[in-house]
């Protein structure tokens, strides 16, 4: 789900020291990025920056091949990705079984497709946190996807850091000065901000994960901001593991009383900050 609302306080007459705020002039300076536009349809990276992305990526895919192949002996067609809730109730009880057989080694091929799917932004993550959920529990199965998403995002953010820049730039370009517009405003609760984008459906995490070091996020905002924003919605996914037979399409997992409660959360954490603007027009 995508918004583009904007949460401003309330005009109101009164006399304010403004000489230390930014300029208008001053914020569209700060969007501003280097001249380097892309067309639509181009392919957005220069050689250098697709060789990089190419090497990466063929270095993550070797090590989690290698994860792959210190496996037991077992069925490898119980070991495929589940694409589909379907798919997923057909292969549960197979999972279940081999990772009561080999629990550690089944963990450690499980994060480490878990992470590779996250840093290369590969769909398929929320089906694995269902599978979580049903073989391992909520608590459990909370703490293991929490991991796993914060390191995929945290690799993710470094990867954008090194080549994502033309990805964000020919994808949301019209999102990213928004993006980088609202971070601009919020440096002093930037911490603030980024929890309410975790909880909160506002914007994509994947977008999130990408633009992120490119509108010059810290470091440690996004990595807290990521592992405690993130823990809500894991929990709801976690929890409908438990009943996968109930769940007849993952819209089910957020229906309007989800966002609420999601949106509720996200509205206390933006608390301070608009305390703090309310004080200003005071």
């Known amino acids: 789900m995508k918004s583009n609302g904007i949460i401003t306080a309330a005009q109101r007459t009164a006399v304010v020291d403004t000489s230390d705020w930014p300029s208008e002039r001053d914020v569209e300076k700060s969007l501003d990025f280097p001249e380097r536009k892309v067309k639509a349809g181009k392919f957005p990276f220069s050689r250098w920056e697709f060789v990089v992305a190419m090497v990466i990526f063929f270095v993550f895919s070797a090590g989690l091949l290698c994860v792959y192949l210190t496996m037991p002996a077992a069925e490898y067609e119980i070991l495929k990705l589940p694409r589909s809730l379907a798919n997923l109730r057909s292969i549960k009880d197979h999972l279940a079984t081999y990772s009561k057989i080999h629990p550690s080694k089944f963990i450690l091929v499980y994060s480490s497709t878990y992470i590779f799917m996250q840093t290369f932004m590969i769909p398929g993550t929320l ?3 269902l599978l979580a959920g049903a073989l391992f529990g909520v608590t459990r199965g909370l703490v293991l996807v929490v ?17 994502g820049r033309p990805i964000v730039l020919w994808l949301w370009p019209e999102k990213l000065h928004y993006f980088q517009g609202e971070i601009a405003k919020r440096k002093d609760k930037l911490l603030n901000y980024m929890l309410f984008l975790r909880v909160t459906p506002t914007l994509p995490n994947l977008f999130i994960n990408l633009a992120s070091p490119i509108v010059d996020v810290p470091f440690h905002i996004f990595f807290v901001g990521t592992l405690s924003g993130l823990i809500p919605a ?16 993952v819209k089910d997992l957020y229906d309007y009383k989800t966002l609420t409660i999601l949106f509720l959360i996200g509205s206390l954490l933006l608390l301070p900050t608009l305390m703090k603007k309310k004080r200003l027009y005071e």
């Open 234 to 249: 894991a929990y709801i996914t976690v929890r409908a593991g438990l009943a996968l037979g109930d769940l007849k399409s």
């Open 127 to 129: 089906f694995l946190s």
């Open 147 to 163: 991991f796993n998403a914060t390191a995929g995002a945290s690799s993710c953010y470094f990867l954008s850091k090194l080549i």
